[in-house]
């Protein structure tokens, strides 16, 4: 792999990575909602959805969808339900009554989410957002060094991202969890949840329409 090549893949992908959307607000959101282990497992699951768009790009399988008009925009109605499912499931949590009692029934409702609801939620956010395999289609052939294998490159891409983004999402989850650890109230988190929830649905609304 040439050198300059994955310095420039650095700033791109460092770029990316920082910049807020979807995985960023559902991390927080269920970090807020489960504790750090919470938004630490949500954050492995979308982590882990970039090694199969890395693989369906080396593939070329992310070619194939963007050619074949149905099987895109199959995926594309896919990540929008699923984004507007989860500012659903946001705006619910936001309208439950939930009285403050304190940081015992805080600890206790971080226990409340099974690991595999955390990671399922944040590998599918990852796996059915069309942007993200656009992204990957289009930009991580352009680091890949021709003379060298396709798919051990787009791996080793994938890994370099997945770190970055595991450390910026921890530390977004540790903030969260640090700042409700100071006394945020439940009108904060119902907040919280109805922003997000709103958020979530008009990002499904707007990517089913485009």
């Not at 300059?4 to 807020?32: C, H, K, Q």
């Not at 021709?146 to 530390?171: D, E, K, N, Y």
């Amino acid at each position: 792999m040439v050198s300059e090549l994955f310095w420039a893949y650095l700033i791109a992908i460092s770029l990316l990575t920082v910049t807020p959307g979807v995985d960023t607000l559902l991390v927080m959101r269920n970090a807020g909602r489960g504790g750090f282990r919470d938004g630490g497992v949500t954050s492995i699951g979308i982590c882990s959805g970039l090694f199969i768009h890395a693989t369906l790009s080396a593939l070329g399988i992310s070619l194939l969808l963007l050619e074949t008009a149905w099987a895109f925009s199959a995926l594309k109605w896919a990540g929008a339900c699923y984004l507007i499912w989860l500012g659903l499931s946001s705006l619910r949590r936001a309208m439950k009554h939930e009285p403050d009692t304190g940081a015992e029934s805080r600890s206790v409702s971080r226990r409340s989410v099974p690991v595999h609801v955390s990671f399922r939620e944040g590998l599918l956010s990852n796996v059915l957002n069309p942007k993200t395999a656009l992204f990957y289609m289009a930009l991580l052939p352009q680091f890949v060094d021709p003379s060298g294998s396709a798919f051990q490159q787009s791996l080793i891409l994938a890994g370099v991202h997945f770190v970055m983004a595991m450390v910026w999402q921890c530390g977004l989850a540790w903030a969260v969890v640090r700042f409700r650890g100071l006394g945020v109230g439940v009108r904060v988190k119902r907040l919280l949840n109805g922003l997000t929830g709103g958020f979530f649905i008009a990002m499904g609304a707007r990517l089913a329409s485009n």
